[in-house]
Every structure is written in C-alpha cells, then in structure tokens.
C-alpha cells in the first residue's frame, strides 16, 4: 500500500513557476513509477509526465514539454514536478499516482493522491 500527498500547488501569474511534490509512504516507493496527472474543470483528466523508478526514464506531455520537469529522489519518497513558464490552460488539479510501469495510461497507476489546484492567472 502506498499513500500519496501532493503539496505545492497555489495561484501564480502567467510565466512564473511552482514546484509541486508529492510524499510517498512505505518502504516500496522506488520500487514504482510515479506519474503526475491533472484534471482542468468540465476536461478529462490528462497524463503530464512520468518517471522509473531509477530517475532514469522519463515523459512528458507535449504540451508542458520544455517547461516542466518531473523528478524524484527516492531517498526522500518524494517525486516533484517543476513547472516554468506557466500559462492559464496549465491551470487545473494536479494529481500524482503510483504504478509499475513508467506510461502515460492512468489505469496502468495503482495509487492516486488527494490532489493540489494550480491556478494561473493571465
């Protein structure tokens, strides 16, 4: 079983940046891929980026490629995501889950976080 926590999330004008983390509980966080989602109101929800379980592989939504950067360090169970260069239609809850394959398929993602709104403002 693994819990997830997502902080870091807040209300940023266009062009500015956050770095969200997400804490993990357990002893097993390295042994999954962490992915960070987000769901803007009346979309979908919409895969970002992905990491392994190393750091060593990673993916990206061509839609935040270039500006934001998924990370982890296992020694801290925590994965981030910096987000640069934001702009409005960034703006939405942000979700980290948990799985064993590094994909941008949410149901391939066991475990799922409360979630942290991002909210930029032009």
């Known amino acids: 079983q693994v819990q997830l926590v997502e902080s870091g999330g807040g209300l940023v004008q266009a062009g500015g940046s956050l770095r969200l983390s997400c804490a993990a509980s357990?002893?097993?966080?390295?042994?999954?891929?962490m992915g960070w989602f987000r769901q803007a109101p009346g979309k979908e929800r919409e895969f970002v980026a992905s990491?392994?379980?190393?750091?060593?592989?990673?993916y990206y939504a061509d839609s935040v490629k270039g500006r934001f950067t998924i990370s982890r360090d296992n020694a801290k169970n925590t994965v981030y995501l910096q987000m640069n260069s934001l702009k409005p239609e960034d703006t939405a809850v942000y979700y980290c889950?948990?799985?064993?394959?590094?994909?941008?398929?949410?149901?391939?993602?066991?475990?799922w976080g409360q979630g942290t709104q991002v909210t930029v403002s032009s």
């Open positions: 357990g002893r097993t966080f390295s042994s999954y891929a």
């Open positions: 990491i392994d379980w190393s750091g060593g592989s990673t």
């Open positions: 889950a948990a799985g064993l394959h590094n994909t941008d398929w949410a149901h391939h993602y066991q475990y």
